[in-house]
């Protein structure tokens, strides 16, 4: 493998002193770049596209080719591990992910069996693999999955929702049965990121996008306790140098210092929580990811600019700040409004960094 | 007017002490209610039904006949100050509620006029006497309106959004104007509380829908100033007697401190917060309202009561709270379980109320 030149973002996850704060964007390979879309048509599907490796490497390099980004993350799907399960993935158009086969009872649930990364999800080792070879060390490649918590939701729900009533009414209902799901899919998701660690990824990020809908108790005992089971058992090491776990709760800022403690790296954080205060209530015990509002992207440089001015002088001197936004890229984002953004990142935060 | 049988809910709101805790559902009048559906359908249309002061009065009365809650509120619409403006509320089926002429321009926001109560708000101020009437002193009665900023949300989106992009880009991209519509919807909320508390409302609450899903700085300038503007004009005595203001941000567990800092009385919390947690965190400067996962209400009654009593020992012994759940009941919950949650609430916090 060719030496990385570019480490900000490892260093900075690491809270190790860097030059510039590194910035990569949630969706960064996404629908507001014209690139992508015609990957995307070429390949006919969103599913057809992540299931191609030489694609799926493709898109996944397109932003780095127009940005000064300091990270590259795998282009796939935060559900392809109960894809893998049989469950049947696909995206109904603007509807975003359903699955043709939901669990709708508990013999569905005792029926599910432990993917095997080598063989049930190949196709995501192979663009890992593809991607670090098209990088040539450019930038850190990050793999990533769906929490288990958040793979759970998918799984019952058969899709979205607005209130995840069949989720609530399993985990009020039923925790035991809940629980035996939660720890099959930390299980399976631990498997599959050290398959990714292993196939060349360089950070990893667990996404729990529906973690925040949960009271406050049974966050800790849903999800929480299951993205600790996931940071303690994967590897955090290859090729000599020690892998960055990052995990993000959209909606979780409330419960920060409880996240901040099982061990992860970083920690993601939504543009709700005040960056400044973020960064005293988890005291240096993790690094921070995060967190403009992506609506920021939609109105004007001088807007995208002042609020990176903002949000860099809120977290402030020294390390430990990967700036990103605090959730996807929108898809009507002009892609100019990106470069924007990288650059301010880059030029305002110089400055701290060398007085730091 | 009858004299106050039951005071519980105006004694926790102020913190006065309290024999049980009191207990009201937000929706207490909805779908779950078999009655309520056929005044419903007698009415044409949630629009004519919240019109029709006879009929609002009537849905409003319907779950005090069958449940021992503490509170009543009037049947009506947090959108109704929109409508009163000229906007054209009306509810697509299964959508929510939506505009049929929104904002979207400068001069459709300029152009705007404070609506006056007595004039544009007549049913409102009419159910409210009507409730009065009906109530017979039974319970108090709560009034209520949408926050400015949430208001101003559906004002702008013309309905609800995922991603509030066009609110959020005038908000960024002409925050002066957007403050000059923030403030135009606090006078007009303030004139139509104090209306409704003219009437023969006994506490108001103001509904903050969507301020959660606000950058944590822009909470405070966008949606919290103006929860205070409001707080601070309105009257708070009515017969001799304390009004008490509710303010609740849905998602805003986040800012507690601050919420609890602009003068109102109580403030409601949704299910993400823990509530022994809030109780310290605010540490006695409000009541507390809330916080129950309205989920737990599709269950069974051993499951609704066991969370009832968490719920209880978290707040823990004294006064200061009102039991609620964190967000509106459910259409589907079976009307039973709302039984057992109201005689729950009572009969588990008699205890702790006789200990404390």
């Known amino acids: ?10 260093r900075a996850l690491l809270r190790e002193p860097v030059d510039m704060t590194p910035v990569w964007v949630m969706r960064q390979a996404g629908r507001y770049l014209p690139e992508y879309n015609a990957t995307r048509k070429r390949a006919g599907s969103f599913i057809s596209l992540m299931k191609s490796p030489s ?9 780095l080719d127009r940005y000064r980004l300091d990270a590259a993350i795998v282009f796939s799907d935060i559900l392809t591990i109960p894809d893998a399960m049989g ?8 509807e975003g992910p359903r699955f043709e086969r939901p669990l709708r009872d508990a013999a569905a649930i005792e029926a599910l069996r432990l993917p095997d990364p080598d063989r049930d999800l190949r196709y995501v080792l192979d663009a890992v693999a593809e991607c670090r070879r098209g990088l040539a060390g450019r930038v850190p490649l990050i793999g990533f999955s769906g929490s288990p918590f958040t793979l759970a939701c998918y799984m019952i729900e058969g899709g979205g929702s607005d209130d995840f009533a069949r989720v609530k009414q399993l985990m009020y209902g ?6 035996r799901l939660l720890d099959l899919n930390a299980r399976a998701v631990a498997t599959y990121l050290d398959a990714q660690i292993e196939a060349g990824a360089q950070a990893v990020m667990l996404f729990d996008t529906w973690g925040g809908m949960l009271a ?3 966050y800790q005992a849903f999800s929480l306790a299951y993205l ?10 290859a090729d000599g140098r020690r892998v960055p776990v990052i995990v993000f709760t959209k909606g979780g800022g409330i419960w920060l210092e409880s996240i901040a403690g099982i061990g992860a790296d970083a920690v993601g954080i939504d543009w709700t929580v005040d960056i400044a205060q973020a960064r005293r209530r988890v005291g ?25 001015a903002r949000i860099l002088e809120g977290f402030g001197p020294g390390t430990g700040h990967v700036f990103n936004l605090g959730h996807g890229i ?5 892609p100019e409004h990106m470069s924007v953004l990288v650059d301010s990142v880059h030029e305002l935060s110089q400055a701290m960094h060398a007085r730091g």
Chains 1, 2 share one sequence.
């Open 1 to 10: 493998m060719a030496p990385l030149q570019n480490d900000r973002l490892l």
């Open 55 to 63: 694609m799926a490497a493709e898109v996944t390099l397109q932003p």
């Open 87 to 94: 469950l049947g993935l696909y995206f109904a158009e603007g």
């Open 174 to 179: 039923d925790p035991a049965l809940m629980h």
């Open 216 to 218: 406050a108790e049974r």
């Open 228 to 237: 600790q089971q996931v940071v303690s058992s994967i590897r955090r090491e």
């Open 284 to 308: 240096g015990q993790v690094a921070l990811q995060g967190n403009m509002d992506p609506m920021v992207m939609l109105t004007r440089p001088d807007v995208i600019r002042d609020e990176v």
């Open 330 to 334: 929108t898809r009507f984002t002009p």
